[in-house]
């Protein structure tokens, strides 16, 4: 059977899967070349270079981060679908995120979410330099979050666990007689409702009222 032309799209799939895979260093014209079944110069005719390759890849990650779309029907619950919406998108491509970063593109690549975030605290009131505050802060907690995700996977097992704390020398003599902390503490950690839990508390303390 005669195989369709190749497309420029399929070529910049093919290495996006690569880059997920294997990390920048995995990417090669030849190796991108045989995943997809073709001459290295027909590589070279859709992208160009491996430069170009990856100046592509860049522009790609940039737009598709910009899809997140805001739900829900509270100022509330629609930032913390935005928060939710960019940490999978960060956790689903991390080498071309840093690909993104190395370029100098991270802050046009937040700015879809930036702009959905605005949009939102400027629904529940907020202007100015509170908004701007508002709108940072649900940013750093995403990033923030997702870069401890990230170390807690590739580090060994934790030693001691967290419910071995309050028995350590060093635990402060105030230290809580508390079994069910003591015992939830031990327990893993799940992070898409600590997530939730975080920065739903965050989002809604920014949005209440200012005192006075």
Do not use: C
């Not at 790609?60 to 509270?74: C, D, L």
């Not at 105030?174 to 739903?200: I, K």
């Amino acid at each position: 059977m005669t195989r369709s032309p190749l497309t420029r799209d399929e070529v910049l799939a093919a290495a996006a899967s690569l880059v997920k895979e294997h990390g920048p260093g995995g990417l090669t014209m030849r190796g991108l070349a045989a995943e997809l079944g073709t001459a290295v110069t027909s590589i070279y005719w859709h992208v160009g270079n491996r430069e170009q390759l990856l100046d592509a890849l860049v522009a790609r990650t940039v737009t598709e981060m910009g899809a997140i779309r805001p739900s829900g029907r509270t100022p509330v619950e629609r930032i913390v679908s935005v928060a939710g919406g960019l940490r999978r998108e960060l956790r689903a491509r991390p080498h071309l995120i840093a690909l993104v970063h190395e370029r100098g593109l991270t802050e046009r690549m937040f700015l879809p979410a930036q702009q959905a975030l605005v949009h939102e605290v400027h629904a529940a009131g907020l202007r100015g330099a509170r908004a701007a505050d508002a709108v940072r802060a649900v940013q750093f907690q995403v990033v923030g979050f997702v870069l401890v995700e990230r170390n807690r996977e590739r580090s060994p097992a934790q030693s001691p666990a967290e419910g071995e704390l309050w028995a350590l020398p060093q635990a402060p003599p105030t230290a809580p007689q508390d079994p069910a902390l003591t015992r939830a503490l031990s327990r893993p950690v799940d992070p898409e409702q600590l997530f939730l839990l975080s920065v739903r508390a965050l989002t809604e303390s920014l949005l209440a009222p200012a005192p006075g």
